[in-house]
């Protein structure tokens, strides 16, 4: 692992840390802040039923004593907290924040007294020195004192969402500076090309004005023409790449016939879009021939000198389908999504980005699709390329 690799593995391992240690505080004063408003809402119902147990004594032993009102403001303070009182007998007399079908319903009410009597100890206000007769104050916990227990994991859900968001956005920004750092190395690649690619135009022409053989020469002006379409091609990588609707039989056929001419002598290269009816499609005529050519560059490293490629268009109603298919060694079914990724190659030499910038090609700046269509390890392997169809107006 490289020291550039090292620190941005330490940068996220040191993201995550502080997101966990924040979530870890708050999740502990959190639940501090719980157990105290716990604790004060115990007291406070406590008091209360003290309140409402000195008021009944009071009423019940005649005293004629004037109303508390500390008592009534006791009791009245408490209306967050939902509660049912009940006689000795768990008969309702009153109830506060309880809805009605649960109180009407036997069942549904035993099973609130059950889960307020596990929330918190219910209360006896007594309100005679004979002890004869009794209230029970069932009682739960405050929409505030939920809201805290819940309160912690949406900080940590907010935490988690941060830090998804920081190396998100972190990653984004690395693959931004490495395409830049691509395209300028391609169009470098291509500005370097330009001054050798014209001296050698010169070179053509001096030769075509010597008493040789003027075959060769023809050949040799072929592939310098070649040369000056992937330099066209390399100068187009991050420009706008306008589309133009093209006869998809005549574009993949010229790479065809100059790939046939330059593959070994045991390798056949069939072709069927000469002889059927045209197709189009809206393609960058110059990149789009870059990905035909760099499939059967890959068919031709399969069959290692020896088979076939078979090049095949065909259409429906919406759809043009490209199929290369040859006679190789295969791909495992397990790599068939991850020949398209930078980098990754089965090859000796090479970069591995040949697949890679087919698919970028294909799919974000013609919006197609490009795929390994099937492959069978020792038969072979078939790439499909799908493009939208167009029709002449």
Request: charged share 20%; glycine share 6%.
């Amino acid at each position: 692992m490289n020291l550039r690799k090292l620190l941005s593995f330490r940068n996220r391992v040191v993201l995550i840390a502080v997101g966990a240690l924040l979530g870890g505080i708050s999740l502990l004063y959190t639940n501090n802040m719980a157990r105290r408003l716990k604790e004060k809402e115990q007291h406070d119902v406590a008091l209360w039923a003290h309140a409402m147990e000195r008021l009944n004594r009071n009423v019940l032993s005649g005293s004629g004593m004037a109303p508390d009102p500390l008592v009534d403001d006791l009791i009245s303070s408490n209306n967050n907290i939902p509660f049912i009182i009940t006689n000795e007998n768990l008969e309702v007399i009153s109830s506060h924040l309880i809805p009605d079908e649960v109180i009407d319903h036997p069942d549904r009410l035993r099973q609130q007294i059950d889960k307020f009597t596990e929330e918190n100890t219910p209360l006896q206000v007594r309100f005679s020195w004979t002890n004869q007769h009794y209230h029970i104050i069932f009682y739960g916990q405050s929409s505030l004192l939920k809201s805290l227990y819940y309160f912690p994991y949406i900080q940590l859900t907010v935490v988690v969402a941060f830090i998804l968001l920081a190396f998100i956005a972190f990653r984004s920004s690395k693959l931004d500076e490495q395409n830049r750092v691509w395209i300028g190395l391609a169009k470098e690649t291509a500005h370097q090309l330009g001054t050798p690619t014209s001296s050698l135009l010169g070179w053509i022409e001096y030769l075509r004005m010597q008493p040789i053989d003027q075959t060769a020469v023809e050949e040799m002006n072929k592939d310098l023409t070649h040369l000056m379409k992937i330099v066209d091609r390399f100068s187009k990588i991050g420009s706008e790449t306008p589309l133009t609707t093209a006869n998809i039989n005549e574009v993949v056929g010229e790479s065809v016939m100059y790939f046939r001419k330059r593959i070994p002598r045991n390798v056949t290269l069939d072709y069927n879009g000469l002889a059927i009816a045209p197709v189009q499609a809206a393609i960058n005529t110059a990149l789009f021939e870059w990905v035909v050519e760099n499939l059967m560059k890959n068919s031709l490293d399969a069959l290692q000198g020896h088979g076939a490629i078979h090049v095949h268009i065909s259409s429906n109603e919406k759809q043009v389908i490209i199929d290369v298919r040859d006679t190789g060694k295969g791909i495992a079914k397990s790599n068939w999504n991850r020949i398209f990724e930078p980098g990754f190659t089965t090859k000796t030499r090479g970069w591995g980005l040949g697949l890679s910038l087919s698919r970028r090609i294909i799919e974000e700046y013609h919006g197609g699709k490009i795929f390994v269509a099937e492959s069978e390890i020792g038969k072979g392997t078939t790439f499909r390329i799908l493009l939208k169809r167009a029709f002449e107006g």
